[in-house]
């Protein structure tokens, strides 16, 4: 499949124009016959400054006619901080279920009156990452998936960071962690699947890179779930691929599987397509489990059964961000989030 | 379904150092013996002035211990410009073609040395979302969807962006343009739909909002691609949820259509599982279409038939935006991206 980006004519009524040199506070300050800093009063909001209705209106329309607009940069370095909070765009190719968190979460950090930013770090790991978060003087960071060790954190710390805060299955020193529970979402998928009577039940595990910290706890869940008991648990790395799903499919009876638990929803209804295919009976001869509770499931025949996860509530995380910057000394606070529960449909 | 987010008790290994004062380049002199600007040079990498290596390792020996980090927007103030592209985050739920140009995007504009920001200005609409982006200082603004207006343009282009650039169905005046051709997209539906024999066409129009840029010029294309036939078209709008469609297909055949382009795949797949529930055959009493070729539509039986849409290439893209800041006098530009084709599967 090919594109083409075409570059259209320009009409002349478009031209650019050159652009002016940028307006500073000093050039309000001039236009409206005030000194810079109740131009700084003004724009900026402070309450602490008694100036009259007529010479903020002045400044206003002085900083309009300008095109004039406060520098966030040159504000938080004169205060000391910022409250920008940032967050490192995940390095995992985000799924419907976390987009609508990081949604959420934005939203309530906004009423808090703090700028969420998404920094792209593609290509930076760990300790080398914080320091390029750090470059940008955060008040708080909060960081999904696997994040800075304890080196970045206390780096982050050092750069003026009141609070860095880690949203993932692992607990680092010196953050506050909300742990998501990837070990308890396998647990509950192996004890379903157990309680359903199957023995010979196999895992799916992303072939696509950046997934492991959520897949390889829930694996590890599966397994607890299951020692001491009769049954036998198999990986099975399968990449998001039509043909990847066909292959696995057609060696499947080599496995004699009675139960698989895929990764989340969309490799289960990729997989559960190419076994029907394949003329494997769902769930008489494999029994078949997702997770993450998405829509399409419910779409599809058997209706998928599937793991409902909770992520945290974006208003109790942008509260912890919130109290964390009031109180950086504030002890280090792990929070567990506890929410696996099995929705069984038909195809377990 | 409840969530639960439990504190677990501290540890005393865990609890946080008070955090030190934010140790500054002066401090990093003074530990290496040398000046601030000798400083400045080693740590910003700028290859100008002539240090020796020992000096330069004094320098970053100091740094290390201090935890210093250089102040992205201290150097910027500096500089009198940044390496921030601005990306608004956008305002409508992400679906997985998009969540793709983004990281593709990202990752080419890193390799030009960008740092991209996503900002997330929730509730902040044209030209009040444009002065909270210029208040970051960015070189450059990638505006999806439909963005602010001219006065925004010209108010970010006079706070310091050489480049604003703008992906979606309209062009903004002084801003370069990457048009996509939604249009385009419901033309092609409306013509296949026609092709195939069909008279009687409803499309599908998303009820949740902040989708209408997108989805307005599709329902258009239709209209203008059936225009002076013998074919009507019905607008039909949905909530993406089950009950919504389980309704919209109970009075299915009341609206007598025989063939129905969804705005995009998962809205298909819903009002199509909705309406095989119903007894509706697909595609023999009505032929469903939707758009953006998602894997998950070869799933279903019949196959989904969808549009695929080419999205602009994010190196394509990178590249107009580093054009765009080496030279701010560039007039606009528009591109046009061209791209939408037919996938017929089985529903169609």
Redesign the interface.
Known sequence: ????????P?TP????????S??TSADVARLAGVSRATVSYVLNNTGAARISEPTRRRVREAAEE????????????RA?HSRMVLMP?PAF??G?LY?RFI?EL??AL?RLGY??????S??LHGDEAA??W????PVAVLVPGSGPGPRGV??L????A?AVVTVGPE?V??AHA??LDHDGVGHCAGAHLYARGRRRIGVVVPAEPGLEPFSRPRLAGVRAALRGTDAEVTELPLA???RAAAELAASWRRFGLDAVFAYND?YA??LM?ALQDEGVRIPDDTAVLGADDL??G???RPRLSTI?I????GR?LADLVDRAVRD????????????A?VVRRESS
Chains 1, 2 share one sequence.
Request: glycine residues 10%; hydrophobic residues 45%; charged residues 20%.
């Open positions: 499949m090919r594109y083409v980006m075409v570059q259209i320009n009524a478009s031209a650019s124009p050159a652009p002016r940028v307006p300008l095109g004039y607009v406060p520098h966030a940069a040159a504000r938080s370095l000391g765009a190719p985000v419907p987009g949604s934005q939203w906004g700028t969420v930013v998404q920094y792209g593609v290509g320091r390029a750090a470059e940008l003087r206390a780096l710390r050092r750069a003026g009141r607990r020193e010196g909300v742990l998001y691929e039509e969309e209804m990729l397509r829509m399409l419910r779409l599809l409902h909770e992520l945290p509530a109790d950086p000394g504030l002890a280090p606070e792990a929070h567990q989030v506890l929410g529960s």
